[in-house]
Structure formats: C-alpha cells, structure tokens
C-alpha cells in the first residue's frame, strides 16, 4: 500500500521508518557479524523499547549530543582566518611531536580469546556448539557464541533483545569461576613470551615480544602461531592474535581475522598509514559512542578524517583530545610496558563487580544478591592478594539513573561476610527502589599483609 500524508505527499522516510534514526552500538561489528542486517537490529530495537525508560533516556542522550555538536558548530563559525591558520600550525607541531614517539622496531602481540565466555560453556557442554547461545540473562548478554551473531546478537546487549533478534537462543548463566580457571591457563602461555604481559581482563592481553623474537631469531607473526598453538593445547580454546609495532595497532589487528586467526602489519610507515587510513575513529581504543558521534557530526568519520580535519578538531575540542585523536590516527601509541609499581605499591586503583538484570525491587532478591556479589569480589580480591579501605554501591534504577553510595572505614577488609554487611547497609538506606543494576566497588587498595 502506498503511505501518504494528509496532502497526498509521501511523507519523509523516517516517518515511515523512524528506527532508520538509531544511532546504537548494537550495530558496531564484532567478529561474525559481518553480514548481519543492521536496519534489522535497528527495528527490533526500536520496537523493543519505544516506549520503555531505556528508549526515552537514549533520546535525551541524542538530544544532548546534538545541541553539543551544534554549539561546536558555532564556536567553529567564530573561528577567525588568523585563529585558523594558527591552529594549522598547532596541527604541524603535533604531528612533528608525534613523530617523534613512534617505534617501528618493537613486536607487539595482541591476544584475544575468541567469544570466550561462550567458547568455555561450549568446550564443558558440547552440545552448544551447534545451536545459538550467549552467556548471561534477560537483563544483558556477556558475550554470544558465533551462531548467534549471524542474527545480531552481540555483548553488551539486553538478552530480551537477543531473543527478539533469534527467538531460538540459548541464555546461559555465566560461570565465573570457571572462567578465572582457563583464563589463568592462558597466563601461563603468555608468561613464556613475555613475564611482564598486561592482562587487559580474563579474554586478552599484551605482549611484548622483541626480547623473546631477538633471542630466538625469530619473526612476530612466528610467535603468534606459536602463541595459538600452545593456548589452543593447553586450554582447547581458540584465540586470535594481532602483530604490529604497538599496542594499539596490535590490538586493533587482532579482530582482522577472528576466530582462530592471526593478522600482521608491517612495521613500517607507509603500510600503517594506509592500513588507519580508512579505520572508522569508533575502532581506536577509547574513542566512546559519544565521541564517535561529536566527530561524526563534523563529517569525521575515519582516521583519515581525523588527518584532513584535525585544524577543526583544534578549533573546537580541547587539545588533550587533538593530541590522542591525531597520535591514534597516524597509528602511533605506546611501545612499551609502562611503568612497574613499586613494592607494596598497586598498579590498580579500584576492582569491582556489577550485575545487570530485569527490574527487580523485591527488597530480600536484592540483598541476596548484595551477599553474592559480595562473595565474587572477595574472590577476585584473593586471586590478586589485596584489600580496600572504601566500599562503594553502584545502583542503576529502573529509569536508567545511577546512584553510588561509597563508605570509608577505618582498617582494610577483603572478606565477603564484611563487604557484603556494609554494603547491604548502604543499600537499604535507598529502599523502596527498583533496579536493574547492582554493583560494589572496592578502592583504597593494598596488598594483604600477610
């Protein structure tokens, strides 16, 4: 049937289809999902919650976004001739002094599990490597097995959302446990290339390899294969592994050819020019939605974007963000470990835990579950030997406002039975309430004595 308005005019096409206009990070690729149908994800999120909290919080996000590009704009418009020319020599200077921090003769690895929450439920239950599945509930998804993405179900996502994308889904709880064991099997590998590796979660780290590659003889893309090999003997899991020169470029590379894949670049200027060239900025490590959007706004959609415009970027953002943006998109970033903290010193400020679920204001459910994150993070506080002087609660309302309550004692605990008193103290002060996010957060850390 053909759709016109009151004039007998088609109407614009977002009318017809207002879920065309939702910019959400449900569409962002991952590994799988190479030929899902976005406007499909798009739809089905759109009718999922049109009428939800969620749905009206992201419109005010939207909004908010979209006024802060248009004040951008209108600074931009006040921009003299000689204030511009004066910021295109700030862009020459920044990049001189980027220049000077690249490193083209360190070897970087970057491993990353493949699907790995999902790929060990997979490894303890077979049978679940044949049908769709994700780990985790209604409320979020963790991660989803590679059947599932062919239908757009991905991290990060409500799983009734998963259901509505592939109403065949299989939701399975997650085992953290489990999880912190064959994570743990994979440090021991990573161990024998590089003893100073950084852990970035229990799915991926980093890898220093020049020293391994220079008493060896041998290349990067050598111990990569190496790398896989001993993780997928050692843990019957699959990895995937980036090589390059850095640590950015080597994690960016480590999602080119996932699962069970390797990618390498090669360390020299002109081939990582043209390999960020065409990078969309979402793809550099801590360029947010937000972000993605405000440059989106100025036509900057790539790191070759960032290149051509980067006097705008001086004009209108701060210049900590021109730095990172323009270092980030000629490829250049750090090329070695950072510093070791001293003894007794940590290099971590915080640690937490936090779970996502349907709304929940039963007040019983809700400490009950105080008592079992409680227990998680002890856990995570053993595996790592340290204790913490303030005990934070994050709680996310059915309305989607977070509220954080944080207590300091006098000495350092780490036992479960201790986080979870104050902890549960801090939350029935808010009762009533209705959430659908609880977290607890332990800072002040250090090691524990004995």
């Not at 976005?38 to 969620?54: G, H, P, Q």
């Not at 080119?256 to 200027?269: A, D, T, V, W």
């Not at 007794?344 to 039963?362: M, N, P, Q, V, Y």
């Amino acid at each position: 049937r053909k759709i016109t308005n009151m004039e007998g005019e088609n109407p614009p096409i977002q009318d017809i289809q207002p879920w065309k206009a939702i910019d959400t990070v449900y569409t962002n690729e991952k590994a799988g999902m190479d030929s899902v149908d976005k406007d499909l994800i798009k739809r089905v999120i759109y009718e999922a919650s049109k009428d939800s909290n969620f749905f009206k919080k992201d419109e005010e996000k939207r909004k908010q976004t979209n006024e802060r590009i248009a004040r951008l704009k209108e600074k931009l418009a006040k921009v003299t001739e000689d204030e511009m020319k004066r910021y295109h020599a700030t862009v020459r200077d920044s990049i001189r002094s980027a220049e000077r921090e690249r490193h083209l003769s360190r070897i970087w690895i970057h491993v990353d599990m493949d699907a790995f929450f999902a790929s060990v439920e997979e490894l303890d239950d077979p049978s679940l490597k044949s049908v769709p599945m994700a780990v985790g509930s209604i409320g979020m998804i963790s991660t989803a097995n590679y059947i599932a993405r062919r239908f757009g179900v991905r991290s990060a996502m409500p799983g009734f959302i998963g259901k509505q994308l592939c109403p065949q889904l299989a939701l399975v709880k997650p085992n953290f446990r489990r999880y912190k064991e064959k994570s743990e099997e994979t440090k021991e590998v990573f161990r024998i290339f590089d003893p100073d590796f950084e852990s970035g979660g229990l799915d991926e780290a980093y890898l220093d390899c020049t020293a391994f590659a220079s008493v060896h003889g041998i290349s990067g893309e050598e111990i990569a294969e190496q790398i896989r090999n001993l993780v997928m003997e050692k843990t019957k899991l699959t990895c995937s592994c980036g090589v390059a020169c850095n640590k950015m470029l080597a994690k960016i590379c480590s999602d080119k050819n996932k699962p069970n894949g390797q990618f390498f670049l090669s360390p020299n200027i002109a081939a990582i020019k043209a390999f960020v060239k065409d990078l969309p900025v979402r793809k550099i490590p801590g360029v947010g939605c937000v972000t993605e959007q405000l440059l989106n706004g100025f036509g900057i959609n790539t790191c070759g974007d960032v290149i051509k415009n980067a006097h705008v970027i001086a004009a209108v953002f701060t210049p900590l963000t021109l730095s990172f943006l323009l270092t980030s998109s000629l490829g250049i970033s750090t090329a070695f470990h950072g510093k070791k903290p001293a003894p007794g010193e940590l290099s971590r400020k915080g640690i937490s835990c936090e779970h996502t679920f349907t709304a929940k204001e039963d007040e019983n459910t809700l400490l009950q579950m105080v008592g079992s994150l409680a227990h998680e993070l002890s856990a995570a506080m053993a595996s790592e030997s340290i204790e913490g002087l303030t005990v934070t609660v994050k709680l996310k309302l059915s309305d989607f406002t977070v509220r954080t309550r944080s207590l300091t004692l006098l000495s350092p605990i780490s036992d479960p039975e201790s986080i979870s008193r104050i902890a549960s103290k801090m939350l029935r002060k808010e009762f009533p309430v209705k959430l659908r996010l609880l977290g607890i957060r332990m800072s002040g850390l250090s090691p524990i004595a004995n």
